[in-house]
Nanobody, 119 residues
Framework: QVQLVESGGGLVQAGGSLKLSCAAS????????MGWYRQAPGKQRELVAS???????NYADSVKGRFTISRDNAKNTVYLQMNSLKPEDTAVYYC?????????????WGQGTQVTVST
């Protein structure tokens, strides 16, 4: 079955950087669209960045110019490089796999990794 395992979260000071990784298994990774979402306490889960199987990217306005999503199909891994972090970036970050096979779309989620940005 599909498994998504995030890593790389932690505590960082404002202005610092972190790089999240999401290792995927159980599907043909190169055929999937991948994304990073986040959820802060009391708020809805929101899209941070996504990358299609064709490597087109999309970013939330709040992270444009600071965050970069990338993928390594040979390693079945998607990354999120986060620079110039702000306290408002504090959230649990989730990896998402969006499969489209034969007209059927399925979503899969990792367990999440906590990112905390201190002032």
């Amino acid at each position: 079955q599909v498994q998504l395992v995030e890593s790389g979260g932690g505590l960082v000071q404002a202005g610092g950087s972190l790089k999240l990784s999401c290792a995927a298994s159980g599907s043909i990774f190169r055929l999937n669209d991948m994304g990073w979402y986040r959820q802060a306490p009391g708020k809805q889960r929101e899209l941070v960045a996504s990358m299609t199987r064709g490597s087109s990217t999309n970013y939330a306005d709040s992270v444009k110019g600071r965050f970069t999503i990338s993928r390594d199909n040979a390693k079945n891994t998607v990354y999120l490089q986060m620079n110039s972090l702000k306290p408002e970036d504090t959230a649990v970050y989730y990896c998402n796999e969006d499969q489209l096979r034969g007209g059927v779309r399925r979503d899969y989620w990792g367990q999440g990794t906590q990112v905390t940005v201190s002032t």
